[in-house]
Protein backbone atom coordinates (compact mmCIF):
# COMPACT_ATOMS: atom_id res chain seq x y z
CA UNK A 1 0.00 0.00 0.00
CA UNK A 2 1.27 3.56 -0.66
CA UNK A 3 2.56 5.58 2.07
CA UNK A 4 -0.30 8.39 2.81
CA UNK A 5 0.74 11.27 2.51
CA UNK A 6 0.99 13.67 5.07
CA UNK A 7 3.85 15.96 3.92
CA UNK A 8 2.56 19.56 4.92
CA UNK A 9 2.90 22.35 3.11
CA UNK A 10 5.80 24.95 4.11
CA UNK A 11 6.65 28.18 3.07
CA UNK A 12 8.78 30.27 5.35
CA UNK A 13 10.03 33.75 4.55
CA UNK A 14 13.58 32.75 3.97
CA UNK A 15 12.16 30.52 1.39
CA UNK A 16 10.11 32.58 -0.28
CA UNK A 17 12.84 35.56 -1.13
CA UNK A 18 15.12 32.95 -2.05
CA UNK A 19 13.05 31.26 -4.79
CA UNK A 20 11.54 34.46 -6.11
CA UNK A 21 14.88 36.10 -6.64
CA UNK A 22 15.89 33.11 -8.05
CA UNK A 23 12.78 32.70 -10.52
CA UNK A 24 13.63 35.97 -11.47
CA UNK A 25 17.13 35.27 -12.51
CA UNK A 26 15.83 31.95 -14.52
CA UNK A 27 13.07 33.80 -16.46
CA UNK A 28 15.46 33.64 -19.76
CA UNK A 29 15.80 30.08 -19.14
CA UNK A 30 12.01 29.60 -18.92
CA UNK A 31 10.99 31.17 -21.53
CA UNK A 32 14.35 29.21 -23.38
CA UNK A 33 12.61 26.42 -23.06
CA UNK A 34 9.40 27.38 -24.15
CA UNK A 35 10.42 25.60 -27.19
CA UNK A 36 8.86 22.73 -25.64
CA UNK A 37 5.77 24.17 -24.15
CA UNK A 38 2.83 22.22 -24.38
CA UNK A 39 -0.54 21.93 -23.06
CA UNK A 40 -1.77 19.74 -20.15
CA UNK A 41 1.06 20.37 -18.14
CA UNK A 42 -1.06 20.70 -14.82
CA UNK A 43 -0.19 17.75 -12.34
CA UNK A 44 -2.28 17.83 -8.91
CA UNK A 45 -1.41 16.38 -5.55
CA UNK A 46 -4.18 16.45 -2.07
CA UNK A 47 -1.72 16.10 0.59
CA UNK A 48 -3.64 14.57 3.94
CA UNK A 49 -3.95 16.40 6.17
CA UNK A 50 -2.35 15.12 9.74
CA UNK A 51 -4.59 17.79 11.68
CA UNK A 52 -8.01 15.98 12.08
CA UNK A 53 -9.90 19.60 11.97
CA UNK A 54 -8.58 19.56 8.36
CA UNK A 55 -10.41 16.40 7.33
CA UNK A 56 -13.62 17.38 6.50
CA UNK A 57 -12.05 20.44 4.17
CA UNK A 58 -9.90 17.80 2.62
CA UNK A 59 -12.38 15.22 1.94
CA UNK A 60 -15.20 17.61 0.64
CA UNK A 61 -11.80 18.81 -2.24
CA UNK A 62 -11.33 15.51 -2.81
CA UNK A 63 -14.66 14.72 -3.34
CA UNK A 64 -15.84 17.52 -5.33
CA UNK A 65 -13.07 16.82 -7.62
CA UNK A 66 -11.55 20.88 -7.07
CA UNK A 67 -8.37 20.21 -8.49
CA UNK A 68 -9.17 17.86 -11.29
CA UNK A 69 -11.52 20.50 -12.35
CA UNK A 70 -8.95 23.79 -12.09
CA UNK A 71 -6.12 21.24 -13.45
CA UNK A 72 -8.77 20.67 -16.63
CA UNK A 73 -9.59 24.79 -16.62
CA UNK A 74 -6.03 25.90 -17.00
CA UNK A 75 -4.76 22.60 -19.16
CA UNK A 76 -4.69 25.29 -22.54
CA UNK A 77 -2.01 27.00 -21.18
CA UNK A 78 1.34 25.49 -22.91
CA UNK A 79 3.30 25.53 -20.26
CA UNK A 80 7.30 25.63 -20.69
CA UNK A 81 7.63 23.07 -17.55
CA UNK A 82 5.43 21.04 -15.73
CA UNK A 83 3.36 22.92 -13.02
CA UNK A 84 1.96 21.21 -9.93
CA UNK A 85 -1.19 22.52 -7.98
CA UNK A 86 -1.33 20.76 -4.63
CA UNK A 87 -3.73 21.14 -1.37
CA UNK A 88 -2.31 20.56 2.19
CA UNK A 89 -1.89 21.34 5.39
CA UNK A 90 0.15 24.91 6.76
CA UNK A 91 0.53 24.47 10.92
CA UNK A 92 -2.38 26.74 11.04
CA UNK A 93 -1.82 29.31 8.37
CA UNK A 94 -4.20 30.44 5.82
CA UNK A 95 -2.32 30.88 2.98
CA UNK A 96 -1.65 30.48 -0.78
CA UNK A 97 1.10 30.74 -2.84
CA UNK A 98 2.86 30.14 -5.88
CA UNK A 99 6.59 29.08 -6.36
CA UNK A 100 8.08 27.81 -9.36
CA UNK A 101 7.19 24.99 -10.12
CA UNK A 102 4.18 24.27 -8.21
CA UNK A 103 0.94 26.29 -6.34
CA UNK A 104 0.15 25.32 -2.96
CA UNK A 105 -3.30 26.04 -1.19
CA UNK A 106 -3.71 25.60 2.56
CA UNK A 107 -6.48 23.09 3.75
CA UNK A 108 -6.55 26.12 6.27
CA UNK A 109 -7.50 28.82 3.55
CA UNK A 110 -9.75 26.55 1.88
CA UNK A 111 -11.48 26.03 5.32
CA UNK A 112 -11.74 29.35 6.33
CA UNK A 113 -13.87 30.22 2.88
CA UNK A 114 -16.02 27.53 4.08
CA UNK A 115 -16.03 28.56 7.54
CA UNK A 116 -17.30 32.45 5.96
CA UNK A 117 -19.27 31.21 3.89
CA UNK A 118 -23.28 33.37 3.92
CA UNK A 119 -26.30 31.06 5.47
CA UNK A 120 -28.75 32.44 2.99
CA UNK A 121 -28.16 34.14 0.30
CA UNK A 122 -26.76 37.74 0.12
CA UNK A 123 -29.02 40.81 -0.55
CA UNK A 124 -26.30 40.73 -3.77
CA UNK A 125 -27.58 37.06 -4.55
CA UNK A 126 -24.75 35.28 -3.85
CA UNK A 127 -25.85 31.68 -2.63
CA UNK A 128 -23.53 29.71 -0.27
CA UNK A 129 -22.74 27.51 -2.94
CA UNK A 130 -21.80 30.16 -5.14
CA UNK A 131 -19.49 31.84 -2.83
CA UNK A 132 -17.72 28.55 -2.07
CA UNK A 133 -17.14 28.01 -5.57
CA UNK A 134 -16.19 31.57 -6.66
CA UNK A 135 -13.81 32.33 -3.99
CA UNK A 136 -12.45 28.88 -4.40
CA UNK A 137 -11.78 29.46 -7.89
CA UNK A 138 -10.50 33.28 -7.31
CA UNK A 139 -7.52 32.00 -5.52
CA UNK A 140 -6.47 29.29 -7.86
CA UNK A 141 -6.56 31.34 -10.54
CA UNK A 142 -4.73 34.25 -8.59
CA UNK A 143 -1.94 32.23 -8.13
CA UNK A 144 -2.40 30.66 -11.68
CA UNK A 145 -1.68 34.39 -12.97
CA UNK A 146 1.41 34.48 -10.91
CA UNK A 147 2.38 31.07 -12.36
CA UNK A 148 1.99 32.36 -15.80
CA UNK A 149 3.57 35.76 -15.59
CA UNK A 150 6.57 33.78 -13.81
CA UNK A 151 6.87 30.70 -16.56
CA UNK A 152 6.04 33.11 -19.38
CA UNK A 153 8.53 35.83 -18.26
CA UNK A 154 5.59 38.09 -18.46
CA UNK A 155 7.19 41.51 -18.27
CA UNK A 156 4.94 43.12 -15.91
CA UNK A 157 5.11 47.00 -14.63
CA UNK A 158 2.76 47.89 -11.80
CA UNK A 159 1.47 46.04 -9.13
CA UNK A 160 1.67 41.81 -9.47
CA UNK A 161 -0.86 41.46 -7.14
CA UNK A 162 -3.12 43.87 -8.72
CA UNK A 163 -1.85 42.00 -11.94
CA UNK A 164 -2.80 38.58 -10.22
CA UNK A 165 -6.44 39.82 -9.24
CA UNK A 166 -6.77 41.00 -12.73
CA UNK A 167 -5.79 37.87 -14.41
CA UNK A 168 -8.36 35.48 -12.42
CA UNK A 169 -10.68 38.04 -12.65
CA UNK A 170 -10.46 38.55 -16.88
CA UNK A 171 -10.80 34.80 -17.06
CA UNK A 172 -13.96 34.44 -14.74
CA UNK A 173 -15.45 37.27 -16.97
CA UNK A 174 -15.08 34.84 -20.14
CA UNK A 175 -17.14 32.11 -19.01
CA UNK A 176 -20.79 32.31 -19.94
CA UNK A 177 -22.83 35.48 -18.60
CA UNK A 178 -24.39 33.47 -15.99
CA UNK A 179 -21.32 31.69 -14.83
CA UNK A 180 -19.25 35.04 -15.26
CA UNK A 181 -22.15 36.78 -12.50
CA UNK A 182 -21.44 33.23 -10.28
CA UNK A 183 -17.97 33.71 -10.02
CA UNK A 184 -16.94 37.40 -9.40
CA UNK A 185 -19.80 37.41 -7.31
CA UNK A 186 -18.97 34.69 -5.20
CA UNK A 187 -15.21 36.08 -5.52
CA UNK A 188 -16.07 39.56 -4.38
CA UNK A 189 -17.54 37.69 -1.41
CA UNK A 190 -13.95 37.03 -0.22
CA UNK A 191 -14.11 40.28 0.98
CA UNK A 192 -17.29 41.03 2.43
CA UNK A 193 -15.81 41.77 6.37
CA UNK A 194 -13.87 44.31 4.62
CA UNK A 195 -16.63 46.49 2.80
CA UNK A 196 -18.90 46.86 5.69
CA UNK A 197 -18.09 49.76 7.70
CA UNK A 198 -18.02 53.36 6.24
CA UNK A 199 -14.57 54.11 8.21
CA UNK A 200 -11.27 51.78 7.85
CA UNK A 201 -9.15 52.59 10.60
CA UNK A 202 -5.56 50.95 10.30
CA UNK A 203 -1.92 50.79 10.73
CA UNK A 204 0.07 53.06 8.77
CA UNK A 205 2.02 50.34 8.15
CA UNK A 206 -0.73 47.91 6.73
CA UNK A 207 -0.14 50.30 3.34
CA UNK A 208 3.35 49.42 3.06
CA UNK A 209 2.22 45.88 2.44
CA UNK A 210 2.69 44.86 -1.42
CA UNK A 211 -0.89 43.65 -1.81
CA UNK A 212 -4.35 46.07 -1.96
CA UNK A 213 -6.27 46.35 0.91
CA UNK A 214 -8.82 43.98 0.71
CA UNK A 215 -11.73 46.65 0.14
CA UNK A 216 -9.55 47.63 -2.85
CA UNK A 217 -9.75 44.48 -4.13
CA UNK A 218 -13.10 43.79 -4.33
CA UNK A 219 -13.64 47.22 -5.52
CA UNK A 220 -11.43 46.53 -8.24
CA UNK A 221 -12.76 43.18 -8.91
CA UNK A 222 -16.00 44.74 -9.58
CA UNK A 223 -14.78 47.23 -11.28
CA UNK A 224 -13.51 44.83 -13.82
CA UNK A 225 -16.82 42.82 -13.92
CA UNK A 226 -18.71 45.98 -14.42
CA UNK A 227 -16.54 47.22 -17.76
CA UNK A 228 -16.77 43.61 -19.05
CA UNK A 229 -20.61 43.39 -18.86
CA UNK A 230 -22.32 46.41 -18.11
CA UNK A 231 -25.90 44.92 -17.80
CA UNK A 232 -25.00 41.98 -16.31
CA UNK A 233 -23.54 43.60 -13.35
CA UNK A 234 -25.95 47.05 -13.61
CA UNK A 235 -26.95 46.17 -10.15
CA UNK A 236 -23.55 46.60 -8.87
CA UNK A 237 -23.59 50.03 -9.51
CA UNK A 238 -27.12 51.12 -9.32
CA UNK A 239 -27.20 49.64 -5.29
CA UNK A 240 -23.90 51.31 -4.80
CA UNK A 241 -21.89 48.26 -3.90
CA UNK A 242 -19.38 49.93 -6.89
CA UNK A 243 -19.10 53.64 -6.24
CA UNK A 244 -20.52 55.85 -9.27
CA UNK A 245 -17.03 57.63 -9.89
CA UNK A 246 -15.37 54.64 -9.86
CA UNK A 247 -17.63 52.61 -12.58
CA UNK A 248 -17.34 55.56 -15.22
CA UNK A 249 -13.40 54.41 -16.06
CA UNK A 250 -14.47 50.74 -15.81
CA UNK A 251 -15.18 50.05 -19.46
CA UNK A 252 -11.64 51.32 -19.94
CA UNK A 253 -9.88 49.20 -17.20
CA UNK A 254 -11.21 45.85 -18.36
CA UNK A 255 -10.07 47.19 -22.34
CA UNK A 256 -6.64 47.65 -20.50
CA UNK A 257 -6.51 44.50 -19.11
CA UNK A 258 -7.74 42.20 -22.28
CA UNK A 259 -5.48 44.23 -23.97
CA UNK A 260 -2.75 42.75 -21.75
CA UNK A 261 -4.13 39.41 -21.87
CA UNK A 262 -4.20 39.45 -25.96
CA UNK A 263 -0.57 40.34 -26.09
CA UNK A 264 0.83 38.87 -22.99
CA UNK A 265 -1.37 35.43 -22.23
CA UNK A 266 -2.87 34.45 -25.71
CA UNK A 267 0.52 33.55 -27.42
CA UNK A 268 0.81 30.86 -24.73
CA UNK A 269 -2.87 29.62 -24.72
CA UNK A 270 -4.25 26.52 -27.20
CA UNK A 271 -7.22 28.20 -28.80
CA UNK A 272 -8.67 25.14 -29.82
CA UNK A 273 -8.78 23.90 -25.86
CA UNK A 274 -9.42 26.78 -24.80
CA UNK A 275 -12.71 26.85 -26.75
CA UNK A 276 -13.47 23.82 -25.07
CA UNK A 277 -12.94 24.88 -21.63
CA UNK A 278 -14.98 28.26 -22.23
CA UNK A 279 -17.75 26.07 -23.89
CA UNK A 280 -18.19 23.70 -21.34
CA UNK A 281 -21.36 24.64 -18.89
CA UNK A 282 -18.98 24.26 -15.46
CA UNK A 283 -21.26 25.99 -12.84
CA UNK A 284 -24.45 23.29 -13.17
CA UNK A 285 -21.78 20.55 -13.15
CA UNK A 286 -19.84 21.65 -10.07
CA UNK A 287 -22.94 23.31 -7.95
CA UNK A 288 -23.65 20.63 -6.18
CA UNK A 289 -27.71 20.63 -5.27
CA UNK A 290 -27.24 20.33 -1.33
CA UNK A 291 -24.01 21.85 0.16
CA UNK A 292 -25.37 20.40 3.57
CA UNK A 293 -24.58 17.14 2.82
CA UNK A 294 -20.79 18.03 1.72
CA UNK A 295 -20.54 19.86 4.95
CA UNK A 296 -17.59 18.44 7.33
CA UNK B 1 -12.47 63.73 -6.48
CA UNK B 2 -13.34 63.45 -2.69
CA UNK B 3 -10.00 63.67 -1.59
CA UNK B 4 -9.00 66.77 -3.75
CA UNK B 5 -10.93 69.16 -1.49
CA UNK B 6 -9.60 68.01 2.45
CA UNK B 7 -6.16 67.79 1.03
CA UNK B 8 -6.45 71.01 -0.43
CA UNK B 9 -6.93 72.34 2.60
CA UNK B 10 -4.37 70.50 4.23
CA UNK B 11 -2.00 71.63 2.18
CA UNK B 12 -2.82 75.75 3.05
CA UNK B 13 -3.59 75.08 6.75
CA UNK B 14 0.02 72.89 7.25
CA UNK B 15 3.34 74.19 7.98
CA UNK B 16 5.36 71.64 6.16
CA UNK B 17 7.77 70.11 8.98
CA UNK B 18 9.62 67.79 7.18
CA UNK B 19 9.08 64.45 5.05
CA UNK B 20 7.76 62.46 8.32
CA UNK B 21 5.12 65.10 8.13
CA UNK B 22 2.52 64.13 5.07
CA UNK B 23 0.00 64.11 3.27
CA UNK B 24 -1.41 65.45 0.54
CA UNK B 25 -2.85 62.70 -2.58
CA UNK B 26 -2.78 66.08 -4.39
CA UNK B 27 -3.97 65.80 -7.66
CA UNK B 28 -1.90 63.35 -8.72
CA UNK B 29 -4.01 61.28 -6.89
CA UNK B 30 -6.96 62.33 -9.22
CA UNK B 31 -5.40 62.36 -12.82
CA UNK B 32 -5.39 60.08 -14.80
CA UNK B 33 -8.43 60.60 -17.47
CA UNK B 34 -6.33 58.79 -20.07
CA UNK B 35 -8.41 57.37 -22.84
CA UNK B 36 -6.92 53.78 -23.74
CA UNK B 37 -7.73 51.99 -27.29
CA UNK B 38 -10.31 54.05 -27.69
CA UNK B 39 -9.13 55.41 -30.85
CA UNK B 40 -6.92 53.62 -33.50
CA UNK B 41 -3.26 55.35 -34.15
CA UNK B 42 -1.87 56.27 -37.14
CA UNK B 43 0.14 53.28 -38.30
CA UNK B 44 2.52 55.82 -40.03
CA UNK B 45 6.53 55.45 -39.17
CA UNK B 46 7.09 56.45 -35.46
CA UNK B 47 9.70 58.60 -34.75
CA UNK B 48 11.54 60.68 -31.88
CA UNK B 49 11.36 64.65 -31.17
CA UNK B 50 7.48 64.52 -31.20
CA UNK B 51 6.91 66.52 -27.99
CA UNK B 52 5.33 69.54 -28.04
CA UNK B 53 4.70 71.81 -25.71
CA UNK B 54 2.26 75.44 -24.50
CA UNK B 55 2.69 77.97 -21.32
CA UNK B 56 -0.96 78.60 -21.92
CA UNK B 57 -1.46 82.22 -20.20
CA UNK B 58 -3.95 81.82 -17.18
CA UNK B 59 -6.85 83.77 -16.33
CA UNK B 60 -6.49 84.04 -12.94
CA UNK B 61 -4.02 86.71 -11.83
CA UNK B 62 -3.22 84.53 -8.66
CA UNK B 63 -1.26 82.28 -11.29
CA UNK B 64 0.89 84.51 -12.94
CA UNK B 65 3.59 83.55 -11.23
CA UNK B 66 3.46 80.11 -11.17
CA UNK B 67 3.32 80.69 -15.61
CA UNK B 68 6.33 83.03 -14.92
CA UNK B 69 8.30 80.84 -12.85
CA UNK B 70 7.31 77.45 -15.09
CA UNK B 71 8.30 79.73 -17.88
CA UNK B 72 11.31 81.13 -17.10
CA UNK B 73 12.88 77.63 -15.71
CA UNK B 74 12.08 76.32 -19.69
CA UNK B 75 10.07 73.24 -17.67
CA UNK B 76 8.53 72.21 -20.21
CA UNK B 77 11.26 72.44 -22.71
CA UNK B 78 12.56 69.89 -19.87
CA UNK B 79 10.10 67.84 -20.40
CA UNK B 80 10.43 67.95 -24.69
CA UNK B 81 14.01 67.31 -24.26
CA UNK B 82 13.42 64.16 -21.64
CA UNK B 83 10.81 62.71 -23.96
CA UNK B 84 12.68 63.27 -27.15
CA UNK B 85 14.05 59.86 -27.34
CA UNK B 86 10.71 58.38 -27.29
CA UNK B 87 9.57 57.05 -30.93
CA UNK B 88 6.33 58.00 -31.26
CA UNK B 89 3.19 57.72 -33.99
CA UNK B 90 1.62 61.43 -33.41
CA UNK B 91 2.53 64.45 -31.83
CA UNK B 92 2.23 64.52 -28.17
CA UNK B 93 1.44 68.34 -26.35
CA UNK B 94 2.36 69.35 -22.26
CA UNK B 95 0.58 71.93 -21.61
CA UNK B 96 0.19 74.18 -18.53
CA UNK B 97 -3.26 75.88 -18.03
CA UNK B 98 -5.47 77.16 -15.81
CA UNK B 99 -8.22 74.49 -14.71
CA UNK B 100 -10.88 77.04 -12.76
CA UNK B 101 -9.96 76.05 -9.74
CA UNK B 102 -9.50 72.56 -9.87
CA UNK B 103 -5.80 70.84 -8.75
CA UNK B 104 -5.21 68.50 -11.29
CA UNK B 105 -2.95 66.95 -14.10
CA UNK B 106 -4.08 64.23 -16.70
CA UNK B 107 -3.57 62.58 -20.01
CA UNK B 108 -6.17 62.68 -22.49
CA UNK B 109 -4.83 61.52 -25.92
CA UNK B 110 -2.74 63.36 -27.04
CA UNK B 111 -2.30 65.91 -24.79
CA UNK B 112 -1.04 66.25 -21.13
CA UNK B 113 -2.61 69.07 -19.25
CA UNK B 114 -0.88 70.60 -16.02
CA UNK B 115 -3.44 72.67 -14.06
CA UNK B 116 -1.53 75.86 -12.69
CA UNK B 117 -3.30 75.17 -9.51
CA UNK B 118 -1.78 72.20 -8.98
CA UNK B 119 1.60 73.48 -10.04
CA UNK B 120 0.59 76.40 -7.61
CA UNK B 121 -0.13 73.42 -4.97
CA UNK B 122 3.28 71.92 -5.31
CA UNK B 123 5.03 75.74 -5.05
CA UNK B 124 3.04 76.68 -1.58
CA UNK B 125 4.23 73.18 -0.23
CA UNK B 126 7.79 73.87 -0.26
CA UNK B 127 8.42 76.25 2.38
CA UNK B 128 11.07 79.27 1.44
CA UNK B 129 14.86 78.81 2.66
CA UNK B 130 13.84 75.58 4.98
CA UNK B 131 15.65 72.61 4.26
CA UNK B 132 13.05 69.40 6.21
CA UNK B 133 14.45 66.87 8.76
CA UNK B 134 14.90 64.43 5.41
CA UNK B 135 16.87 66.47 4.12
CA UNK B 136 14.41 67.78 1.43
CA UNK B 137 15.57 71.44 0.00
CA UNK B 138 12.70 73.40 -1.30
CA UNK B 139 14.03 73.37 -4.86
CA UNK B 140 14.33 69.52 -4.49
CA UNK B 141 10.61 69.18 -3.40
CA UNK B 142 9.62 71.43 -6.17
CA UNK B 143 11.17 69.72 -8.64
CA UNK B 144 10.69 66.33 -7.44
CA UNK B 145 7.14 66.69 -7.08
CA UNK B 146 7.07 68.40 -10.61
CA UNK B 147 8.72 65.30 -12.61
CA UNK B 148 6.70 63.36 -10.35
CA UNK B 149 3.38 64.17 -11.40
CA UNK B 150 4.68 64.94 -14.98
CA UNK B 151 6.30 61.37 -15.69
CA UNK B 152 3.29 59.94 -14.05
CA UNK B 153 0.79 61.67 -17.04
CA UNK B 154 3.45 60.87 -19.70
CA UNK B 155 3.74 57.43 -18.23
CA UNK B 156 -0.27 57.16 -19.47
CA UNK B 157 0.94 58.84 -22.74
CA UNK B 158 3.43 56.09 -23.42
CA UNK B 159 1.60 53.43 -22.50
CA UNK B 160 -1.36 54.43 -24.48
CA UNK B 161 0.05 55.92 -27.62
CA UNK B 162 2.70 52.87 -27.57
CA UNK B 163 -0.13 50.65 -27.13
CA UNK B 164 2.18 48.62 -24.49
CA UNK B 165 0.28 45.79 -22.97
CA UNK B 166 -0.48 46.00 -19.00
CA UNK B 167 -1.88 43.88 -16.76
CA UNK B 168 -1.37 46.14 -13.50
CA UNK B 169 -3.92 48.75 -12.57
CA UNK B 170 -2.52 51.40 -14.95
CA UNK B 171 -2.44 54.38 -11.99
CA UNK B 172 0.13 52.04 -10.85
CA UNK B 173 1.92 51.30 -13.84
CA UNK B 174 2.23 55.15 -14.44
CA UNK B 175 3.66 55.89 -11.02
CA UNK B 176 6.35 53.04 -11.64
CA UNK B 177 7.23 54.52 -14.78
CA UNK B 178 7.89 58.26 -12.96
CA UNK B 179 10.02 56.34 -10.76
CA UNK B 180 11.80 54.23 -12.94
CA UNK B 181 12.36 57.40 -14.95
CA UNK B 182 14.00 59.87 -12.29
CA UNK B 183 15.82 56.98 -10.75
CA UNK B 184 17.94 57.28 -14.49
CA UNK B 185 18.39 60.98 -14.22
CA UNK B 186 21.29 60.55 -12.83
CA UNK B 187 22.71 59.19 -9.43
CA UNK B 188 22.84 62.39 -7.73
CA UNK B 189 19.49 64.18 -9.15
CA UNK B 190 17.76 60.64 -8.50
CA UNK B 191 17.98 60.84 -4.80
CA UNK B 192 17.12 64.32 -4.65
CA UNK B 193 14.12 63.93 -7.27
CA UNK B 194 13.11 60.32 -5.30
CA UNK B 195 12.97 62.67 -2.21
CA UNK B 196 10.96 65.41 -4.13
CA UNK B 197 8.24 63.66 -5.28
CA UNK B 198 8.10 61.36 -1.89
CA UNK B 199 7.46 64.75 -0.40
CA UNK B 200 3.86 64.88 -2.18
CA UNK B 201 2.44 62.50 0.16
CA UNK B 202 4.48 64.13 3.57
CA UNK B 203 0.35 64.70 5.36
CA UNK B 204 -0.77 60.98 4.54
CA UNK B 205 1.98 59.09 6.19
CA UNK B 206 2.29 61.27 9.19
CA UNK B 207 1.17 59.39 12.15
CA UNK B 208 1.13 55.63 12.29
CA UNK B 209 -2.44 54.73 12.28
CA UNK B 210 -4.62 55.62 9.32
CA UNK B 211 -8.85 56.61 8.81
CA UNK B 212 -9.72 56.08 5.56
CA UNK B 213 -13.30 56.40 4.38
CA UNK B 214 -13.97 52.80 2.76
CA UNK B 215 -15.20 55.01 -0.34
CA UNK B 216 -11.10 55.98 -0.88
CA UNK B 217 -10.26 52.24 -1.33
CA UNK B 218 -12.29 52.31 -4.30
CA UNK B 219 -10.10 54.95 -6.10
CA UNK B 220 -8.47 53.48 -9.21
CA UNK B 221 -5.42 55.24 -7.55
CA UNK B 222 -3.41 53.68 -4.98
CA UNK B 223 -4.06 55.02 -1.65
CA UNK B 224 -1.24 58.34 -0.84
CA UNK B 225 0.19 56.26 1.80
CA UNK B 226 0.94 53.02 -0.38
CA UNK B 227 1.95 55.54 -3.34
CA UNK B 228 4.53 56.35 -0.51
CA UNK B 229 6.19 53.19 0.36
CA UNK B 230 5.91 51.91 -3.52
CA UNK B 231 7.98 54.91 -4.50
CA UNK B 232 10.64 54.51 -2.00
CA UNK B 233 10.44 50.57 -1.99
CA UNK B 234 11.63 51.18 -5.91
CA UNK B 235 14.01 53.39 -5.13
CA UNK B 236 15.18 51.36 -2.42
CA UNK B 237 15.36 48.55 -4.35
CA UNK B 238 17.61 50.55 -7.38
CA UNK B 239 20.35 51.62 -4.97
CA UNK B 240 20.04 50.26 -1.22
CA UNK B 241 23.25 52.45 -0.08
CA UNK B 242 21.93 55.69 -1.69
CA UNK B 243 18.51 55.24 -0.08
CA UNK B 244 19.61 53.59 3.03
CA UNK B 245 18.08 56.39 4.91
CA UNK B 246 14.76 55.38 3.46
CA UNK B 247 14.36 52.10 5.37
CA UNK B 248 16.01 53.81 8.48
CA UNK B 249 13.33 55.93 8.38
CA UNK B 250 10.28 55.54 6.52
CA UNK B 251 10.14 51.96 4.66
CA UNK B 252 9.00 49.00 6.91
CA UNK B 253 11.74 45.87 6.63
CA UNK B 254 9.13 43.55 5.86
CA UNK B 255 8.63 45.32 2.41
CA UNK B 256 12.06 46.56 2.00
CA UNK B 257 13.57 42.74 1.70
CA UNK B 258 11.76 42.58 -0.87
CA UNK B 259 12.47 45.91 -2.66
CA UNK B 260 15.53 44.89 -5.31
CA UNK B 261 13.25 41.88 -6.71
CA UNK B 262 10.22 44.58 -7.43
CA UNK B 263 12.90 46.79 -8.75
CA UNK B 264 14.04 44.33 -11.13
CA UNK B 265 10.85 43.59 -12.32
CA UNK B 266 10.32 46.88 -13.10
CA UNK B 267 13.56 47.04 -14.86
CA UNK B 268 13.16 44.09 -16.72
CA UNK B 269 9.16 44.82 -18.18
CA UNK B 270 10.97 48.94 -19.04
CA UNK B 271 14.08 47.13 -20.90
CA UNK B 272 11.26 44.30 -22.66
CA UNK B 273 8.29 47.21 -22.81
CA UNK B 274 10.05 50.63 -23.34
CA UNK B 275 13.22 50.46 -24.48
CA UNK B 276 12.59 49.05 -27.84
CA UNK B 277 10.24 52.76 -28.24
CA UNK B 278 13.51 54.95 -27.98
CA UNK B 279 16.35 56.12 -30.19
CA UNK B 280 19.66 55.09 -29.00
CA UNK B 281 21.58 58.18 -29.57
CA UNK B 282 18.89 60.42 -27.84
CA UNK B 283 18.71 58.52 -25.14
CA UNK B 284 21.99 58.20 -24.04
CA UNK B 285 22.15 62.28 -24.67
CA UNK B 286 19.14 62.45 -22.14
CA UNK B 287 21.39 60.27 -19.49
CA UNK B 288 24.53 62.49 -19.53
CA UNK B 289 22.27 65.45 -19.11
CA UNK B 290 22.14 67.05 -15.25
CA UNK B 291 18.29 67.43 -14.96
CA UNK B 292 18.37 69.77 -11.14
CA UNK B 293 19.59 73.52 -10.85
CA UNK B 294 22.64 73.54 -8.07
CA UNK B 295 21.55 72.92 -4.39
CA UNK B 296 22.22 76.79 -4.02
CA UNK B 297 19.82 77.85 -6.41
CA UNK B 298 18.04 81.32 -5.13
CA UNK B 299 15.44 80.27 -2.79
CA UNK B 300 12.01 79.76 -3.53
CA UNK B 301 10.84 82.79 -2.30
CA UNK B 302 8.41 84.89 -4.96
Redesign the interface.
Known sequence: MAQPKTLKLRRSIGVVLSAASISFVMMSQASAAETNAKTNRIKIEYFDPPNPALRGVYELVKKRRTLERIQQVFSPFRLPVELTIKTGSCDGVANAWYIRPAISVCYEYLNQILQSLPAEPTPEGVTREDALIGETFYVFAHEMGHATFDLFAVPMLGDRENAADHFAGYLMLQFGKDEARALIMGAAYTYHKYVQNPEVMAPLKAFSDIHGAPAQRYYNLLCLAYGAEPTVFADVVAKGYLPKERATGCKREYDQVAHGFRELMTPHVDQQLAKQVLDKSWLSEVRAPDLSRDQP | ??LSRPCLFSIAATTIAGLAAFGCPGALAQSGAH????ESLPSEERRPNRIRFEYVSPQNPRHDHVHRHVKEGAALEKVQQLFSPFRLPIDLTVKTVGCDGRSNAWYQRAVVSLCYEYLDQIWQSATPEETTAAGVTPIDAVVGQFFYVVLHEFGHAMFDLL?I??????E??AD??STYMMLHMGKDDARRLISGAAYSYRNS?R?????????A????H??P??R???LLCIAYGADPTAFAYVVAKY??E??A??C???Y???T??????IVPHLDEDLTKQILNKEWLPPQSAEPLVD
Open positions: MFRVGVRPSFGSADVQFVSSTAFVPLKFSDMGLAQFYNLPDRRDKREDEVFAFTTL
